[in-house]
């Protein structure tokens, strides 16, 4: 994992390096991000120097239209909203709690963004939510651990709290049969999944 600088973004890192069961992911792949509307001028040049191809923004419509993405009217800008306004409020809940609603009942809107990567032309992918913490680990997670990434490492790199992003893989494990039945039960396709992680490691 190597930390960037993208003035003024506060948590971003690239996700090359990490261990795979088949090698390391790739650097320059996948970079995950909080909201890039903090983005300076030296912070852009930095984002154009690492070659995206594609912006995978997973906030909902009404957080795009208040804090809106400098890449918004840019092609390679796709937006796929993990939760929407509408959808039955779980604040109250604990961390972990949140996360299973995200996984048992909108399975649909994580497979999209896991495709959103997987078909992005060759190049680095961003993945990025308001803070880059709650809603990208959990897609991060995902990714990584149908990666191969062991889960310890991927616990590492969710950094906030360990345990519950295990708990969550476990639950994922647990319930569906691992992170690649878990996908393609939301609807992903195993050439979807498989053109994933040969993006990552390949």
Known sequence: MLPLIWPDCSNVRDLGGLPTTVGELKPGRLIRSDN???????????????????????????????????????????NVPLWDPADPDVS??????????????????????????????????????????????????LTLDLAGVPQALIATDYASSESTILRLLSHVQQRYGGTREYLLKSGATTEELNALTSRLAG
């Open 36 to 78: 890039l509307d903090q983005l300076t001028l030296a912070g852009h040049a930095a984002v154009e120097a690492a070659e995206i191809t594609r912006f995978v923004d997973l906030r909902s419509a009404w957080e795009c239209e208040t804090w809106p993405s400098p890449y918004a009217d840019d092609a390679r800008w796709r």
């Open 92 to 141: 109250d809940l604990g961390l972990f709690e949140q996360y299973v609603v995200l996984v048992d009942d909108y399975g649909a809107r994580i497979a999209s963004a896991m495709i959103a990567i997987a078909d992005a032309p060759p190049g680095c992918v961003v993945v990025n939510c308001h803070a880059g913490k709650d809603r990208t680990g959990v897609v991060i997670a």
